[in-house]
């Protein structure tokens, strides 16, 4: 959900005054943000939405660290990947792995992160992992063993969307009217 507005109020002032001889204001110095200013500002920001932890229904203390940055031209990718417009048909469990598989970038036990004996941190892809597993591939095998369950998996991934933005509600706000 998007935050609303108010547009009524007016710019943001930076503002200095001087009293003159007898006490009053005599000039006041004033530097004024302007709106293409503050759109500017707001713009060169970089939008980036937070890693989330989420825990594997039926292993108590594992969990796995995503980051749920992702572009279209991703989802496109995994939607191929998965099946869309083959005529075997659309995988969507598969296409939940590779949801998985690309946005992960930690695995927990309890609230510390394990890591590789390097030093680096565990992916799907890395051999101590897939070994753990008993699998060869990262997608869609080694994610699926690590779940345990198909419905997890797709349980995983629709929160990974839901944390990247997709299916979020976006609010028209009236900039002629007061909140």
């Known amino acids: 959900m998007s935050d609303t507005y108010d547009f009524s109020t007016t710019s943001e002032l930076n503002t200095e005054t001087s009293k003159d001889a007898s006490g009053g204001k005599a000039k006041k110095d004033e530097t004024e943000v302007s709106v293409l200013d503050r759109l500017r500002e707001q713009l060169a920001k970089k939008v980036e939405r937070p890693r989330i932890l ?10 796995i660290e ?3 940055n992702i572009t279209q031209h991703q989802m496109r990718a995994w939607r191929k990947n998965a099946g869309e417009g083959t005529k075997p048909g659309f995988d969507p469990t598969k296409f939940a792995c590779y949801v998985i598989g690309h946005t992960t970038t930690g695995i927990y036990m309890g609230t510390e992160e394990v890591l590789a004996e390097a030093g680096h941190s565990l992916s799907f892809a890395s051999q101590d992992i897939l070994d753990m597993t008993g699998t060869t591939r990262p997608i869609p095998d080694c994610i699926q063993a690590f779940f345990g369950l198909d419905p997890h998996v797709e349980a995983a991934a629709l929160t990974i969307m839901e944390a990247a933005g997709y299916g979020d509600d976006v609010e028209t706000v009236d900039p002629t009217t007061e909140s």
């Open 54 to 63: 989420i825990e594997v229904p039926e292993r108590p203390g594992l969990a």
């Open 66 to 68: 995503v980051s749920p």
